[in-house]
């Protein structure tokens, strides 16, 4: 009984270890974004210089995209060095586009939206770290929302229907909020298994994980701000 004991706090510690990791570098991650965002956004000639020209835009998108698929799928072939700095590079292309929500949006809506995400992330990332339950059920029918959102805004952008706009906006809180919840019950049972002695495997899993739960947080936040803005121009 004791040596049971003795085990499940320990795996419970090594989790513990692990998504301090997770969050800190997430934290990092949105804190590079932040500032790259409000210093492009205080620089008239630096948003000429990006969305003054749409091969520009074209071509940061498509690193993101780039960067995303390469850590997902390779990240345990790079060094601990390489995968952060992708992450953190990752994190500065976000900026550079996500400034125009600054030219978009009134700053007030901004940061309602930015409070309401982050306490919408919050609850769900701690429902998802204690609840007991086994949420690997809800994997499918989140993919399935996740393809139902990109298919239709694609389709909006030629309909251009504000009602359209605003069921994608409901539907995408309800996605990725069950993503965050889903995520992080994924990543506590991972590093439940992490092997704590081995630091570029903890790194490694640390980036891939702050990854998952950035991406999370920026897209319930975009849906939040879809809510909460008006364009900056009413």
């Known amino acids: 009984m004791q040596t049971s004991r003795t085990l499940e706090a320990r795996t419970l510690s090594v989790a513990s270890v692990y998504m301090r990791h997770v969050y800190a570098w997430m934290t990092a991650g949105l804190g590079v974004t932040s500032v790259v965002a409000l210093a492009v956004a205080s620089s008239p000639s630096i948003q000429q210089m990006i969305f003054g020209n749409m091969l520009v835009m074209i071509a940061l998108i498509l690193a993101q995209f780039g960067i995303v698929i390469a850590l997902s799928a390779a990240v345990h072939k790079m060094s601990a060095t390489t995968a952060t700095g ?25 940061a309602n939206a930015f409070i309401t995400a982050a306490g919408m992330f919050l609850a769900m990332s701690i429902y998802g770290t204690v609840t007991k339950r086994d949420l690997s059920g809800m994997g499918s029918f989140l993919l399935m929302g996740l393809i139902g959102l990109i298919i ?12 359209m706009d605003f069921v994608i906006s409901v539907v995408g809180v309800i996605v990725f909020a069950g993503l965050t919840a889903y995520d992080t019950n994924k990543l506590r049972q991972f590093g439940e298994g992490a092997p704590l002695g081995d630091g570029t495997a903890i790194r490694r899993g640390a980036i891939l994980g702050a990854l998952t739960l950035y991406l999370d947080f920026i897209n319930l936040f975009l849906m939040m701000l879809r809510f909460f803005g008006g364009s900056s121009n009413d």
Do not use: D, E, R
């Open 152 to 163: 239709a805004s694609i389709i909006n952008i030629f309909l251009a229907s504000s009602m």
């Open 86 to 110: 992708m992450f953190l590079l990752y994190s500065v292309l976000t900026g550079l586009t996500l400034s125009s929500i600054f030219v978009v949006y009134p700053i007030g809506s901004i």
